[in-house]
């Protein structure tokens, strides 16, 4: 099956510092990929959609200056958060949709992140 | 605005027992009904639905849509304690968005 790859799995960061975030999809190419956040017992918030070669849309409320989103291949899509703090802790889990088949997206294993 | 709300948010049973998980949406340019499993980590998928009154089957999970009531349910059968997980089920409109509900907590105890 296709697989997406996140990295890095877990980063702790001091407030102020900007952590990046790669999204791979291994096996297949994905012109659209998504990012999620997901807080604890909560529900999956699309936070942006990123698209190959073009700039992402981001979801409403959602800051771009804050949330760096580049989708410079067809394989990698990249989210950085620039000047963390505390209140960005949360699991961040993108999904790759696959070229070859539209109706499908494959989740990646999620990065968690703490800002201390 | 589009939303999509699931009940119950948890549900505790014991092994043996059969679930019935519901899953209601409102979700302009509407074109399927997604239902994932996500244990520690990220989601993983279970079903696409896209027509109305057709059951998908897998193993002791199943699911079906109602695009009349706007409304999806998913049951699964002589449940495991491995089935013990967060069911997702998520609305997808035609810009391939996913519209995530509050997700179902299910615990199976021995």
């Known amino acids: 099956g296709a697989v997406v790859s996140q990295h890095p799995s877990r980063v702790i960061c001091k407030s102020g510092t900007s952590v990046k975030i790669e999204c791979r999809s291994l096996d297949f190419q994905a012109t659209t990929m998504f990012w999620y956040r997901q807080f604890p017992k909560k529900s999956l918030m699309l936070m942006a959609t990123s698209n190959e070669g073009s700039k992402a849309t981001y979801e409403q409320g959602v800051e771009k200056d804050k949330f760096l989103i580049n989708h410079a291949s067809l394989t990698l899509s990249t989210l950085t958060v620039t000047s963390a703090h505390p209140e960005d802790s949360s699991f961040y889990i993108c999904s790759a949709r696959d070229l070859g088949n539209r109706d499908t997206q494959y989740f990646g294993p999620g990065t968690r992140l703490t800002v201390l | 605005e589009d939303k999509v709300v699931q009940s119950p948010l948890s549900l505790v049973v014991h092994e043996g027992d059969t679930v019935t998980l519901n899953c209601s949406y409102e979700?302009?340019?509407?074109?399927?009904l997604l239902w994932y499993k996500q244990e520690k980590k990220a989601p993983t998928f279970l079903f696409m639905l896209t027509s109305s009154g057709i059951e998908k089957k897998s193993g002791r999970l199943s699911s079906i849509l109602d695009k009349k009531e706007l409304f999806s349910i998913l049951n699964i059968t002589a449940t495991q304690t491995g089935d013990s997980a967060i069911y997702l089920c998520a609305g997808r409109v035609n810009t391939d968005k996913l519209i995530f509900g509050t997700g179902t907590r299910l615990q199976v105890f021995p």
């Open positions: 979700v302009t340019n509407f074109r399927s």
